[in-house]
């Protein structure tokens, strides 16, 4: 494999740049929570945790050296079929003769009808080596993105956050809150912000 890889690093130096289109998937699901928080010291951290029917939806696109073409969105995690109905209705209309398609060596990216659609457009495919996200440039771009959505949520999130509250026992009567049995405060913490991806 870092065989595999050293040449992959050296033959990319020897790739016209603005002929590559690489491609890429990446999911959220909204069964995901936040998985860290803040709460004053000492305190646990209590949060909402969705339940139920939970939604993956996936989002396919390919970079390109002038920016991001034939992005999809998909209701529901990607599989073969899908990704083989993607390449042939969304990406291969808009490759050019003599780009090459770039991507990762997954078993969903080579099923049938996906090598055939690419090469009709004149476009050549390529394999990164496995376990080599790194050498994929639209890995960075979909970290991006999450890095956006995460800074937009902890904003929505820090205007959201409520003061820290203490439950005191008239408190207790008058809204059926619970206290220690010895009456002393309980500190009720802080709630974080929407659910995000990690």
């Known amino acids: 494999m870092a065989r595999h890889r050293r040449r992959w690093q050296v033959w990319q130096g020897f790739m016209e740049s603005t002929s590559l289109v690489f491609l890429d998937e990446s999911g959220v699901s909204t069964n995901m929570t936040r998985r860290y928080g803040w709460a004053p010291k000492g ?3 209590v949060d909402a945790v969705p339940h139920g029917h939970w ?3 996936t989002i396919v696109a390919g970079l390109t050296a002038s920016g991001v073409v034939a992005p999809f969105v998909i209701d529901g995690p990607m599989d073969g079929d899908a990704f083989r109905i993607y390449v042939e209705e ?3 209309p808009e490759l050019k003769p003599g780009q090459a398609v770039l991507m990762d060596n997954l078993s969903i990216h080579k099923v049938k009808g996906v090598k055939e659609a690419i090469q009709a457009a004149g476009a050549s495919l390529l394999y990164l080596p496995s376990y080599s996200p790194d050498l994929n440039p639209i890995e960075q771009f979909f970290a991006k993105l999450k890095e956006l959505r995460d ?3 902890s904003i929505r999130s820090a205007r959201a956050r409520k003061p820290v509250k203490t439950v005191r026992r008239s408190d207790r009567l008058r809204r059926g809150t619970s206290v ?3 009456g002393e405060k309980i500190n ?3 709630v974080g912000g929407p ?3 990690r």
Request: glycine share 10%; proline share 5%.
């Open 43 to 45: 305190d646990r951290l």
């Open 55 to 57: 939604k993956i939806t």
């Open 90 to 92: 969304v990406l291969a």
């Open 151 to 153: 800074a937009k949520d």
């Open 180 to 182: 220690g049995l010895s």
């Open 188 to 190: 009720e913490g802080t």
């Open 195 to 197: 659910p995000t991806l």
